[in-house]
């Protein structure tokens, strides 16, 4: 059977949504070419894996593989997949180049591709909506039996440990947003996105006061369409960014800044924020 493989990435609140839509692009060729969807994970986080393993399985998962350190390579000479997808982030990137895969082609995905068949080999996912694929199967995942030598990131690691512990944060991470202009200068926002921002709870930082957030969700308004500051790179693992960049339509490659962003949101930016108000996107802020 021909496969197609997903790469999954963890962060604070389980799985990135790049992976996620990932995997529901993943589906959604399998199931027009027979194949099937592997996903791979390195490492062993115990149960902080958990929520993992519920969305990859929900999002359309075959296959929930836990690798070693040698498992991408393996993995890959055995299965020769069709396709390739993961998150357009450097480190996934990173991953993949170990097998000997890409570059990824960068693609913003705002739902269902119009023809399954006809996309690139090996593509860097940038989620542009929620997962649409929906699941009821919960997957058993598998482990390889060194999976425990790869080294986590000091993040992982503590957070593992607070899942293995059972303790939890009862606390709302908080909700922030930037209006940025040209060459990291503040920007402007219309009077009706900032009543949106005001009625989800959201409130105003400075462009480059980010780094003093080690939780919370950012929505980055780009007024000038200059994209998103490198620095993003090297923010809180427990910073969420979504990227708005206004009325625009998005086509073939995308600005490289984009791959630093959890998700991509065009549209008029009130009609956007209030979405948030919905129970499927405040989860994700969670």
């Known amino acids: 059977m021909a496969h197609v493989v997903v790469y999954l990435q963890r962060t604070t609140r389980g799985l990135h949504p790049g992976s996620m839509i990932a995997l529901c692009i993943a589906r959604e060729v399998a199931d027009a070419r027979g194949a099937s969807v592997t996903s791979l994970c390195l490492g062993d986080a115990g149960a902080f894996d958990d929520r993992l393993i519920v969305e990859a399985?929900?999002?359309g998962a075959d296959q929930i593989v836990f690798l070693g350190p040698e498992g991408v390579q393996k993995l890959f000479r055995r299965l020769?997949?069709?396709?390739v997808f993961a998150p357009y982030t450097r480190e996934a990137g990173s991953v993949?180049?170990?097998?000997g895969i890409g570059p990824m082609v960068g693609r913003w995905i705002g739902g269902p591709p119009g023809n399954p068949q006809r996309l690139?080999?090996?593509i860097g996912t940038i989620?542009?909506?929620?997962?649409?694929?929906?699941?009821p199967l919960q997957i058993e995942p598998e482990y390889e039996a060194d999976v425990t030598q790869v080294e986590l990131p000091e993040w992982l690691v503590a957070a593992a440990e607070q899942a293995t512990n059972l303790t939890t944060t009862a606390e709302q991470p908080p909700l922030l947003y930037v209006a940025a202009g040209r060459e990291g200068a503040p920007g402007e926002l219309d009077g009706e996105t900032t009543a949106a921002l005001a009625s989800l709870?959201?409130?105003?930082?400075?462009?480059?006061?980010?780094?003093n957030y080690g939780e919370g969700t950012l929505l980055w308004f780009d007024c000038a369409s200059e994209g998103l500051p490198l620095g993003l790179l090297e923010r809180s693992p427990g910073?969420?960014?979504?990227l708005l960049p206004g009325d625009r339509e998005?086509?073939?490659p995308v600005d490289s800044s984009w791959g630093m962003a959890d998700f991509v949101l065009p549209g008029h930016w009130p009609e956007v924020v209030r979405e948030f108000n919905g129970t499927a996107w405040k989860s994700m802020f969670a």
């Open 120 to 122: 690139e080999p090996v």
């Open 96 to 99: 993949l180049a170990q097998a």
């Open 239 to 242: 910073l969420r960014v979504l």
């Open 80 to 83: 020769a997949p069709r396709h």
């Open 57 to 59: 399985s929900r999002a």
């Open 250 to 252: 998005i086509s073939g």
């Open 127 to 135: 989620a542009g909506s929620l997962p649409w694929q929906q699941s």
């Open 201 to 211: 709870g959201a409130y105003a930082i400075q462009p480059g006061d980010y780094p």
